[in-house]
């Protein structure tokens, strides 16, 4: 009979049949450990049988019936066992149902069909794609297994995540039922207790008013609110059972047990799937080690600016294209070279950025090398490191100093060569400037706009992996090498005559006024027609242009699009729409329809605050055009190079679906696809990959990072002013985000950036809502709680133990949590 099992026939070969839950518990259970008696449905069962009700004589509903009075009838628990369930990338905490205390024939096969159809739930499908588990051969089977009365329960990691020394359990308890646990409903007692003594380290006992019985929930008598769940001799007998399992298991484990009639029971025990304290140690030594490596003796200041805006958290794929495209061969180093510049051979396969804890940092030394040239320019580390905030907005000085005896000895004879050198580097630079717009506009975009038209008609299904692999380097080629090189020179052209003009009102208006000012002459400025993206989110959100007009000139943006792995709005509407959800008044204006009037007015006020001779307003003018030129065309500029970098990520998508990868074609390089499509299996290589990232992002980063103090990396920010609530921590790791402040679990609110989720509690219902969360702060909850498991899988910190945190902040307020100390801080209202 293979479409159901006991536990006693269940062998290690039988993931496939009974699912991540049911394989634990059999395989616990034929070694003498002390599990409920139980029976699985299996997968096979799920495959032949869904979406048909087995009561009124179902030929599979009666032998369930059958092995359901074989355990002796009564309660008994029935739990959701995806067969991707509970490994050592993903445990699906939650995810699919479980029903607690069903008792009857009828009750039990209703309860059955309903975890065979939570498979499908939006809340599953959404933790799936977070997790890159691919739905293919994916399939349920079912746990039935004796109800335990527990009189407490809750979970016991065999080494507490949060230890870096790897000394401690960590024990969680509440009253009755471990739902009340998982659930998030009561911040439950914590203990920390020593992994070869079981004697306990620390304890924490909070308030439990509710508990979960085989009946529902009830309220906890008084005398019992506020008194530990274990005593120490219990405590000691747990840490010796979780030895136990550790022992058979060779490896730290997640157990859920309960206490009844004397003794413990397991009731699950799945791999610890989020890094602990002493794996995230290791990859910040890791970070730090490569950081020393590579900075220079004289000192290197690291800022994260200006790309780490557009690309804050690159995966691997998105990594290694991004750091091609902004080298010296590059699109970006090209485009240096063509505006006069000689970017140094050091840099031909390097960028200005390194990735320090996942996260783009500009190496402000290695920067210079791209267009210093032979002068000795510098970033003085002593003037930064007295005011970091100069790393934002760096201006390097020349440091004469810096030439040696040889260069005063050959000036005299060098001297007309650099003299003429740099005549006609101005030039060239001079004419481009006056030039280059009109040529871009009515050469580059329009041959690299057919060409782009052309790879999206191109059938990539008819393609054999070989030919996907030339396209992928063709279009990589044609759109971060070939055609940046221009579509960079309106960003650096619009700088340099953003320099000129303040030069020139500096002197009129005063150095506290230019900023002001430039950005006065700037507001308004829009890109061409064809790419002006504001005016047509306008439109469609006023419903004045249709989506799919919409999607045809602008389908291949999207919401944090420089990173590759992010869906494009022609592949996700949905998107989209939540973008444009604020209608417009009809015939309302588009942002900027006025803004010649606006611009000639600030224009006037400018002339007449600055007093300005008509000479010198004559020297003003064609500077303030280019830079307004300049600066709406860089916008064009990014349009269609964002054209040719959707169909980069279409070329890797197809590579993915083709393999299967479940996501993990972007833990990946390019230099790896080959091994791909000759049939190596690179699936640990990507789960290495995605756990690493995962890690290295809950690492602390601060925002300038110098190389005398690399051990800043991981070191807990203090915000002078700022306050700061104390809780439990959950999942280790630091974030700085907007909250998204809900007591409902409402999808409909969920915004097109990351934010920091704060609510009371989450089920499984939350999980949408965890897929763009940068963090989680809950009111109440426990490292068992639904929110805390599933935090940690994602690699979101998250703190509990807050009371009436939801009416005490507020969506907008910028927050930073820090779910290793348990801290949540507000930074700003």
């Given at each position: ?10 062998t290690?070969s ?9 394989l634990?518990?059999?395989l ?10 139980g029976f ?9 049988w869904r979406?048909q009700?087995l009561?009124d ?16 009838g009564g309660?008994v ?7 991707a ?7 699906f905490?939650g995810q699919?149902?479980t029903?607690l ?11 059955v069909?309903?975890?065979?159809a939570s ?6 499908v ?8 691919s739905?293919d051969?994916?399939?349920m ?5 004796r109800?335990?009365?527990?009189e407490?329960?809750?979970v016991l ?5 949060l230890?870096?020394?790897g ?5 969680e308890?509440?009253?009755g039922?471990g ?28 308030p ?11 309220t906890?008598?008084p005398?019992k609110q ?6 120490d ?6 840490a010796?059972l ?22 413990f029971?397991?009731?699950q ?6 890094a ?15 950081l ?6 004289n ?21 290694a ?5 902004m ?10 070279r ?8 050091s840099?031909d ?5 390194d ?15 791209f ?11 002593a003037?930064?490191?007295?005011d970091?905030?100069k790393?934002?907005y760096?201006?390097p000085?020349?440091n ?20 003429a050198e740099?005549?006609?580097?101005g ?8 030039d280059?717009?009109d ?5 580059v975009?329009p ?5 782009a038209a ?7 299904a ?9 396209r992928?380097?063709?279009?990589t ?12 020179k ?5 700088a ?12 009129h ?24 993206l504001?005016s ?11 989506r799919?007009?919409?999607l ?7 919401n944090r699009e420089?990173?590759?792995a992010?869906?494009?709005w022609?592949e ?13 008044e009809?015939?309302?204006?588009a942002?900027?329809d ?13 002339i007449?605050e600055?007093?300005?001779?008509p000479?010198?307003l004559?020297?003003l003018?064609?500077?303030v ?11 064009t500029a990014?349009?269609y190079l ?5 169909l ?8 993915d679906r083709?393999?299967?990868l ?7 390089t390019?230099e790896e ?14 789960a ?8 290295a ?13 690399l ?8 915000i002078?002013?700022?306050e ?16 998204l ?9 969920i ?8 609510c009371?509690?989450?089920d499984p219902?939350w999980?949408?809502?965890?897929v ?10 426990g ?12 690699g979101?910190?998250?703190?509990a133990?807050l009371?009436?945190v ?14 290793g ?9």
């Amino acid at each position: 009979m293979t479409e159901l099992r006991t536990f006693d026939q269940i062998t290690a070969s039988d993931a496939d049949a009974v699912g991540g839950k049911g394989l634990s518990l059999g395989l616990m259970a034929s070694a003498g450990l002390p599990v409920p008696p139980g029976f699985c449905v299996t997968s096979e069962a799920y495959r032949r049988w869904r979406g048909q009700s087995l009561t009124d004589g179902h030929e599979l509903g009666q032998r369930i019936a059958d092995a359901y009075r074989v355990l002796g009838g009564g309660p008994v628990a029935v739990r959701s066992s995806a067969t991707a369930e509970d490994g050592s990338a993903a445990s699906f905490a939650g995810q699919q149902e479980t029903y607690l205390g069903v008792q009857g024939d009828m009750e039990v096969c209703a309860a059955v069909c309903r975890c065979w159809a939570s498979l499908q739930t939006e809340r599953a499908v959404a933790y799936r794609k977070r997790q890159g588990v691919s739905d293919d051969g994916l399939a349920m089977a079912v746990v039935v297994q004796r109800l335990v009365p527990a009189e407490a329960a809750g979970v016991l990691f065999t080494r507490d995540p949060l230890d870096a020394e790897g000394r401690r359990m960590l024990v969680e308890a509440s009253w009755g039922l471990g739902e009340s646990v998982v659930s998030g409903r009561v911040t439950p007692d914590r203990f920390h207790i020593d992994r070869d003594t079981g004697a306990v380290l620390e304890r924490h006992i909070h308030p439990k008013t509710i508990q979960t019985t085989a009946e529902g929930q009830q309220t906890v008598p008084p005398e019992k609110q506020n008194q530990p769940c274990l005593d120490d001799a219990q405590l000691a007998l747990l840490a010796e059972l979780g030895r136990q399992v550790e022992a058979f298991y060779g490896d730290a484990r997640d157990v859920e047990w309960a206490w009844a009639d004397g003794r413990f029971w397991l009731l699950q025990a799945r791999p610890i799937t989020a890094a602990g304290a002493d794996e995230r140690e290791q990859v910040r030594r890791e970070e730090i080690a490569a950081l020393t490596a590579k900075a220079d003796a004289n000192g290197t200041v690291w800022a994260r600016f200006n790309l780490a805006e557009s690309l804050p958290e690159p995966t691997p794929m998105t990594w290694a294209i991004t750091r091609r495209f902004m080298s010296g061969r590059g699109g970006y180093g090209l485009m240096y070279r063509d505006l006069g510049f000689k970017p140094d051979a050091s840099v031909d396969d390097d960028c200005s950025y390194d990735l320090i804890a996942g996260r783009p940092y500009c190496n402000l030394n290695r920067d210079l090398r791209f267009y210093a040239g032979w002068l000795p320019y510098e970033h003085s580390f002593a003037r930064i490191k007295k005011d970091p905030q100069k790393a934002f907005y760096p201006m390097p000085r020349l440091n004469v100093a810096r030439f040696g005896p040889r260069f005063w000895l050959t000036l005299p004879f060098r001297l007309p060569f650099l003299v003429a050198e740099s005549v006609a580097s101005g030039l060239k630079l001079s004419r481009t400037m006056r030039d280059f717009a009109d040529r871009f506009r009515k050469e580059v975009l329009p041959a690299f706009a057919a060409e782009a038209a052309k790879g999206e008609a191109e059938d990539l299904a008819s393609l054999d992996p070989p030919a996907l692999l030339e396209r992928l380097e063709q279009w990589t080629r044609r759109t971060l090498v070939d055609f940046a090189r221009d579509s960079l020179k309106p960003t650096a052209l619009a700088a340099i005559a953003m320099r000129a003009v303040e030069d020139k009102l500096r002197p009129h208006l005063g150095a506290g006024r230019v900023a002001a000012a430039v950005g006065a002459l700037t507001t308004g400025v829009r890109p061409d027609p064809e790419a002006d993206l504001p005016s047509a989110m306008n439109e469609l959100a006023a419903g004045r242009l249709e989506r799919v007009v919409f999607l045809q000139h602008f389908g291949w943006r999207g919401n944090r699009e420089m990173e590759l792995a992010e869906p494009r709005w022609s592949e996700d509407p949905a998107a989209l729409d939540q973008m444009a959800t604020t209608k417009g008044e009809p015939g309302a204006s588009a942002p900027g329809d006025n803004r010649e009037q606006a611009a000639a007015a600030e224009w006037q006020a400018l002339i007449v605050e600055g007093k300005f001779a008509p000479e010198d307003l004559q020297a003003l003018r064609p500077d303030v055009l280019s830079m307004q030129n300049y600066v709406g065309l860089r916008e064009t500029a990014k349009h269609y190079l964002m054209r040719g970098y959707a169909l980069i990520r279409r070329i890797l998508v197809e590579l993915d679906r083709r393999y299967r990868l479940g996501g993990g074609v972007f833990y990946l390089t390019p230099e790896e696809l080959p091994q791909l499509i000759e049939g190596k299996d690179l699936a640990d290589l990507i789960a290495k990959r995605r756990r690493r990232r995962t890690t290295a992002l809950s690492l602390e980063a601060p925002p300038v990072l110098f190389s005398d103090d690399l051990e800043a990396i991981g070191r807990p920010v203090v915000i002078a002013g700022a306050e700061e609530m104390k809780g439990a921590p959950l999942s280790a790791g630091v974030a700085e985000g907007p909250a998204l402040v809900l007591d409902q679990p409402r999808t409909d609110a969920i915004p097109a950036d990351p934010y920091i989720l704060v609510c009371p509690s989450t089920d499984p219902a939350w999980v949408p809502l965890f897929v763009r969360a940068k963090g989680l702060v809950m009111e109440t909850g426990g490292v068992l709680s639904h929110g805390a498991i599933v935090a940690r899988e994602f690699g979101l910190p998250a703190v509990a133990g807050l009371p009436d945190v939801v009416r005490r902040l507020r969506s907008g307020q910028r927050l930073r949590i820090d779910g290793g100390r348990g801290t949540v801080t507000v930074l700003a209202e």
